[in-house]
Every structure is written in structure tokens, then in C-alpha cells.
């Protein structure tokens, strides 16, 4: 194996010519889709009772795992057929954390972390995926230099900070053959995948409006303002040329870092953003548009983007909710047709529905929608099962990038204040020069793609 | 230059905690006039760069100069290609054109994406001497600009650089190349498109994720020219290769491709076999069924349960039969896989298909069928389920039962009361009983189930009396309460059983007065005791307005004599936050057998009364209450906090 010096300086084995079968099932992923069957076929009819031996494992590091990356990590770590050995993270408590976390689980002092992420990318080239949950701003941009180095990603949301982030982590996964998926965990829930498919079947009759959560707590609007300055750590604690990324430099301030970093333009998507990243891609789902965004977008006088009415394509509308009006709880939706209406929340024992004889078909909907689409209801395991397949998962880049783009647009509307139209197969507004200069920003050198 | 106060000024108001886009094009040009004079002055980085941010939106020509100085500045580059990226026309290009001769370093290194991002095909050249700059970020970045130039030329200049490119800069040269090949094959240059792909193909020492991308756009960029060279990687032996071939094959509609990988099938091994007919299941093209039908009779475990698991997703009715007879197989997962496939296979093929088995199988067959019926929801038949639950088969009635539980609407509420009328083996009894909960907590009507019911109850025997006040319970309403109530004088004990039974496990809060009533007035202590705990449930139960609940315990706490009463009736008291609620709990000091769950509800209630936007004032009595719970508990963290809540309510 040759060892070559990468722009970092650091030694690695960037580059494999040829691997024989048994190489490969030892570091490629695609190894799980032949012999570590326990997650596609049921464990019993491998005789292995579950168990996966080392040699077949997902092996598996992360970027960024803060607060919500790890849970999602101890959601992951319990699948047998991963193995998590490496953490990458701007902020040695964090890393140190993760690394708690996984030595913990495994029993031993494996797992190493990394401060760079290039560095992480060009010396691990055993590892097949990553977990990415950095904040808003590094989400895309980690998600395609990971893909560009040959790893499979699973992506916290919001996914993307813009229209063009989103096209181009599309492009990325595509060019490489890559399996992502990003962290929208409902489109594998039970209560909100049986929403999606009443209204998916015209169960509702031919739905006519859906509605979808933003946070209750954020703003539309967005802050400027700089933190007091703070003496820069040494960049083994908090290296903050990376933590900022791709986003404008402005002076260190701890806060910042702690997760005060909401409610930046520079580093967050807004309330729309915030849970649009949660709730759209399902409202999307039941309508049939996760290949498309929303066409209109009606500005509404107030700070939050609250009542926003969107139209897609087929006419449908979706309806921005702040509140508890749709649903009871957090990260809801609903959908509304003629013959009723189907709505779903965090929490909820069942959907609420217009008649309870829209539930007696729960069990049938849940399990012909897992019998037609061979997904399980787990986001984690349908996307380490992708990771064998080669298939794509369910919340794929284009479902991300396209209902990104919709919360991307809605902030553009209420940032300029006016209507907007969007041409989704352009993907650009229509007639509207400064809308569609906030389709990107210019990232910040050296982190460009 | 404007002077420093001038600017400062003005950069406040651009520098709100809040941005203010969309001026108006009629004040647009002005706008743009002031925050070029912020970007001349000495004003401070934040301000320039709050200016900078503002141009991105509404700058013409008129400030690319004083943007295009600011390039070489370490500080501002990144803010001036900010404002910069987005200004429409050629002003722009030339200045970033111009730059490249001038900057180094993370300037250079910006601009070269930026001129990535504009896509200035006149970049080419200037761009194409950066290739091979010693610094690889700036040779990396120039690669990639270069790819999304993604012309001819640039195309060129990446393909004459990449024989000699460095290892560390070799993925960055394959991206761009990528991008070329990409925006060539998009313009209907597909024989260039091929070439870049097949040169990455053949690229020594590509690593893996090159592999695997160069053959996907190399077999995409064929057409239908491209199966034999998807096929061919399948055959191969490296395993990149194959798991690329089966993600492109996912992209490429049609029946030639479909026949070719079903082909393949019976030629590879074990692990090929399960990546192509996973390949095949998302294709969900029919033609690969014959293949699919093959494997899943025949082929070995793990690949025979692929085979299997891609029938409903393909979804031809033509799958039916096969997934029938599968569905007895003596492989226990081959056949639960075809159950599970025949539960979730669309369209009515499949319905008749079970509706069949389930009048004319064996006895394992129906009761397969039975399950499926329930599975699939097939309302249709349960009129077959109504006749089946008098077989004369006990497993077939008790199967029968539950489905008609499951499936049953109000209109099979008068067969099944038939049924237990009739019924005369505890096991029938039960499995009536249970069937009749099911329907009964599926049924909306509670007012129409409930009436059934009661109507059941004057004629019914002793044992058929206390399953109908069980079903009631899951019924609910005031009439199906009332039912209950009456019943608790019953002189039968198995009814009067039944019905305290019933009340205590009543789901609303309505049955609280009947539980008291119970606790109070019942004739036997073990039923008193029955509705002291079911009375102080509810008393701690949340979704009663906690005033209603402090009442309830004030009621109970006349009545509590056992320890694991007077436990249950802190409990409830610890989770009211009211005054009343601690003065009750205070008196619980004294009893040494619960005084340790007294000190934890007192401490519990006194802190949560102190929070909120309006904090409740503790009495001197209550003050005094904690200090004593500070003293007399063994648990030294809760005296502590005993104490600073006492202090702090002081």
C-alpha cells in the first residue's frame, strides 16, 4: 500500500488500486449486503442467531457529535453489525465525550479522535460511513467531503444552510455512488408513515392541504450581531478556524460553541429551518412532491413565518404551524382531504385522525408500506441496511435537498418580505434577482467545495 | 475616504441584531452607493463585513473595484468574494481573473472557487498554469474550478495534468474531471463524457470511490450500450466494482438490463446473487420474476429469503401462487418471509388467494389464512369468520374469534353476544370475551356498543354476566358505568367480583365517587381496600385538575390505614403543588412508617411551590414542617434541600 502525504502533511494510505474479495469484505461496505445478512434477512435463517462477526461490520466514525449526535449515536451503536472507531469533532470535550461513550459500549479504549477533519478523512480509509452532526453550517459541506473520500453518511438536519449546498451534496452522492441519508428519523416512524400513506392513498380523498410544524420557539428572522470577543483557546480545545468552516470569520466567543450558535444567519436556518428540517420532508411524502419544492410562497406579516402558506406543484398547499393548533406536541403534521384528516406528533400513542375508522387500518398500512419498500420502521437500520444494498434510503439527497429547498425558500420569502415563485426544475425564483442571489453563499477559504 | 464617524454611524444601522433584506430597487442603487463608502472608509471589520453581506444581495458593477482591493486582505478576502460571487456580469470575472496573478495562500485559494462558482470558462487558461502549483490546496481548488468550468478545455488541461499529479492531489483532480465529464455529457458530448470516465476507470491506483464513480458514469454515458460493461463488473472479482454496477443499475430503466442481471443470477455466488436480486427488487421490473420465483423455491437460505422479500415489492399478481406455496414450506423463515410478503402484497390477488385457503384448506391452512385475513383486512370475509367461529374445531373458533375481534364492526356485536350466551367452555367464554373487548375498543359508538351489552346482562348466566361487565369496561360511557355500579349489589360474588374488578379498572375518572363509596360502604374489607387504591389512582392520576385531586386526597386521608395506602396517598400529594397539599403531607411527619416518603413529598411540593413566574408563599407552619423533615429524614441530600427551601421561603 503506498503512503502519501496529504495537504495536512500527514501520512496515509490514500489510494487502493485493486482489492481482492476478501479485502474489500473487510473494509467495504458493500460487504454487509453479502454476508451480514442479520439486518436484510433474519438473523435465524443465517444460523448466526443475530451475531455478525467483526470481519462483516459497518465500520463507522463520526463528525461533529454533539448533544443530539449522540444520541443518535447510542440509537446506532446497538446495531451488531457496526462498528464505531473513530470521532472527529473541532472541540476536544466533545470528542473526548463520543469517545466515552463508545469505550463504554464496547469495553475497551478504541476509539480514536481526530481535531481535523481532513486529516480524519485522508488517514481513515477503513472507515465505510459516518454519523455527521455538526451544527447547520458543516452539515453539507462534511457530508460531501466525506462522500468525496468514499464514505457513506448519515446527516443530522437541517442538511443543508442553502439551495446550493443541497445541489451540490446531491451531485456528491450521486458522482460517487454514495448512500446518505439525512436524520428526517419520522419517514421511518410507524404513526408518521401511516399519515403519509392515508394521504399518499387518497385514503383522505384527494388531500387538498397539509400542514407542517416550525419551531415554536425561534424566529424567521435572523441575528448579526458579534459575541464579545474571547481569547482564542489553543486549537487543540476549540479549533475555531474550523468550528467556523465555511461560514464568515468573526471573533471567538465560547457561547458560540456551546450551542448558542441558533439564531446566527451565518450559522442557522431560522424556526423554518430548525424544524422545517423536521416536519417538511414528511408533509412532502404524503403528497407525492419529495422530488420537487414548493412552487409559492406567500410572505405573512410576522416574525416567525407562522401560517405561511406554500403551494406545490399539484397544487397543494402546505401550511408553516408554529403552534399546537394541527397537533399536540412537537414536530407535527397533518394532512387534510375531503373525507378526512390524518395528523401525527412526537409522542403520540396513535395518529389523531377525523374518525377513529381511519385507524382501523393502521397495522395493514404500516406493514404493506414495509412489505412494498423492504424499509424497516428505523431510520438508523434502513440506512446501515442501504449501506449493504447500494439502495438508496429513504430520506435520499433528493428528499433532503428538495425539502431543504422549500425551507430555504420560505426564509427567502420572509427575509425580502414579498411572494415568491420557485422554479423547482430551474430551481430558481421566478423573476426575482435578489431572491436568487440568496440561493448561495460564498464559503469561506479553505473550506470551498 | 468618508470619515471614521460617518461610517460608524451608518454601520450601526447596518449592524442591527436583525438582517433587513429587500430595500426596493429604487433605493437598491443608493443603498449600494453608502455601503461601498463603508467598505472605503476605516471602518471596523464587523462593519465591512455586515456591508459586504448586504452587497451579496443588491451590488452592480459599481463595486466590484473597491471589492476587488479587498481581495489580498487576509482579514476581508472572504467577505469581499461574499459580496462578489453574486453580482451579475463580466466585472466581476475579469477581477477575479486578474487577481489569480496577484494573490497566494487562502486569497488565492477562495478566489479560485469563485471563479469555480461563476463558471468563467476564460478562467481556463489563467487557471490551467495552477494545476500544478506546490501549494495542494491551491492546485486542489484550481482542479475542482477547473471541473465546473466543466468545458473541452478544461477538460484537457485536467486530463494532460493528471498522469503527474501528485497522490495528495489526485482526488481533487478526479473530482474535477468528474465535473467535466458531467457538464459535457449534459451538453450531448458523450464521446468526450466516456473518454474522461473510461481514463478514470483505468486511472493505477484510483481509490475506491473513483472506481466505483467512473464506472457509473462510464455505463450511464453508454446507454444501452453500457449493460455489457455493468454486467461485465458484476462478473468481476472486485467487489467495488460489483456494488457500483448494482447501485447504477438502479438508475437505468428497462427490460434489456433487468433480463441481463436476472441472467446472471444463477451464475454467481451466494453474496452476488443477494446484491442482484436486491438490484431486481427496487428495479421492480416483472421481467425478473421467472429468476426471482426460481431462487425462492429453490436457492439456499439467505439468498431464497431475498428472493422471496422482492415479490410485494415488485408487485405482480403473477407472484401470488408462488408466495401461497411457500407459505407451507417446511423452512420456518422461508415461510413466515412468504406470510409476511402475502400479508403486505397489493392488490386483490392476493385477497382472493387467502380468501380461498380459508375456505377450503386444512385446518393449518385456515388457521394461516385466519391471519392473513386479519393482516390484509379483509372485511369481505368476515362473514367466513363469523361462520368459523361455531366450528366445530377449537382452534378454528378461538382463531376465528380474535380475527372477528380485530375486523368486526358494530354489526357483528349481536353474533358474538349470541356466541356467549351460548357459550359454555371457559376456553370459548374467554376467547368471546376477548373478541368482544377488541370490537368494542375499536367501535367509536360507545353509546350503541354499550346498549348491546347492557341489554346482555339481566338475561346472561353468572359467568357470562361478569365477561359482559369486563367488555363494558373497554366500552366506556355513563350508561356502561351505570351497568357496573348497579352490579356491585349483585347477590352473585363471581358478578359482584366482576364488577368491583370492572370499576377499578375503569379508563375515566368517573368511576373516582364510586371507588370512594366502595372504600367506604363495602361489605367485605378486601373489596374496601379495592376501592381505597383505586380511589387514590386517580387522586394521582394528572389528568385531574389538581385541585379536584387535593379534595380526593383530603377524602381518602380519613380512610387510609395500611402503609402501602398512606404511601400511595403521599404519592398523590407529592404531585400537587398546592398549599393544602403540603399542610397534608406535613402530618405524616410523626408516622415512622412512611415518614421518609412524607420528607420527600414535602421537600418535592415545597420546591416546585417556590418556582414559576408567581412563587406560592410557604406559612410559618409549613416552614417549620421542613425543618423538621430536615431533621428527622436519614437522607442527608434531601435535609439539605429541606433546609434551603425552608431558608429561602424565610
Redesign the interface.
Known sequence: M?K????LGVKGS????????RQ??KR????G???A?PC???G???GLNGAVPPSERIVFGGIGIGGRGTGVLRWMLPERDIQFVAVCDAKKSAREAVKKVADNHYGNQDCKTYRDIREFLALR?DIDAVLIATGDRWHALASILA????KDVYSEKPSSMTIAEGQAVV?TA?????VYQTGTQRLSEENFVFCIEMARQGRLGKVHTTYAHIAPWDAA??????LPAEPEPPKDEVDWDQWLGPC???PYNQAYARGGWRGY?DFHTSCIGEWGAHTFAQAQAGIDCLNTSATEYHYVNNPTGDEMVTVFPNGVKMILSRGDKWWRGSCGMRFDGPEGWVAAADGYSRPDVS???LL??F??IV????????RPMSHVRDFFDCVK????PVANPVVMHRSMSTVHAANICM????DMKYDPVKEEFVGD??AN??R???????W?? | MLTAKFTLGFALLL?????S??QGNASAKAQEAKLIAVLKSDASR?EK??AC?EL???ASADAVPVLAGMLADE?L???A??A???I?GSAVDDAFRAALGTLQG??L??V???I??RRDAKAVQPLSGLLRNAD??VA??TA?ALGSIGNAEAAKALNDALANV???N??AFC?GL?RCA?SLEARGERKQAMGIYDKLRAL???????R??AL??AVLARGNDGVSLLVDAIRG????L???A???A?EIPGAALTKALADELPKQT???Q??LI??L??RADAGALPALFNLGRTAA??VR??AI??L??I?HASAVPVLVELLWNAD??VA?TAR??L????GPEASSAVAALLTKGTVEQRLVAMELVS???MNESIPTLRQAASDEDARIRAAALKRLGELGGLSELPALLGLLSKASSPDDLSAIEDSLSALCA???DAEATSSQLIAQLSPAKPAQKAALLRVLVTAGGPKSLEAVRSSIKDPKPEVRAAAVEALNSWTTPEAAPDLLALAKTAGSPSEKQLGLRGYLRWAADGEVPPPRRLEMCREAAGLVERTEEKRMLLAALGGINQPGALSLILDYLDDGAVREEACVAAVTVAERMGQGRTPRKLTAEQIAGLEKAAQVTQNAELARRARAVAAAAR
Open positions: 503506498r502519501q502525504t496529504s495537504p490514500l489510494a487502493k488500486t485493486s482489492l481482492t474479495r474489500f469484505l467495504a461496505s458493500v460487504a449486503a453479502a454476508l445478512m436484510i434477512i433474519p435465524s435463517a443465517l480509509t462522500m468525496r473520500a468514499g451531485a450521486k458522482r460517487y455512488g454514495r428572522e435572523m441575528k448579526h450581531d458579534w464568515p470569520w468573526r444567519y374518525s377513529p375508522k382501523a387500518d397495522r395493514k406493514a404493506d408500506y414495509m412489505a412494498r419498500t423492504q444494498s447500494r439502495r438508496q427575509w425580502l418580505k414579498r434577482v435578489e442571489r440568496l448561495s453563499r460564498a464559503m469561506r477559504e479553505p470551498i467545495i | 449592524a442591527g441584531t436583525m438582517v433584506f429587500g464587523k463585513a455586515d453581506r451579496a444581495l443588491i482579514q478576502t472572504h467577505m468574494r461574499y462578489m460571487e453574486t451579475p487562502r486569497p485559494v477562495g479560485i472557487g469563485s469555480g462558482v495542494a490546496e486542489q481548488a475542482r501528485p497522490a495528495a489526485q482526488v473530482e468528474f458531467e493505477p491506483s484510483a481509490p475506491q470511490q473513483v466505483a464513480g457509473r458514469g472479482s472486485d467487489f467495488v460489483v456494488a457500483a448494482a447501485r447504477t438502479m451466494a453474496d452476488k443477494i446484491l436486491q438490484t427488487g427496487k437460505g439467505p429469503i431475498a422479500r422482492d410485494p415489492e408487485g420456518r423463515a413466515e409476511t410478503c400479508a403486505g402484497f397489493p393482516r390484509r383486512r375499536r367501535v367509536a
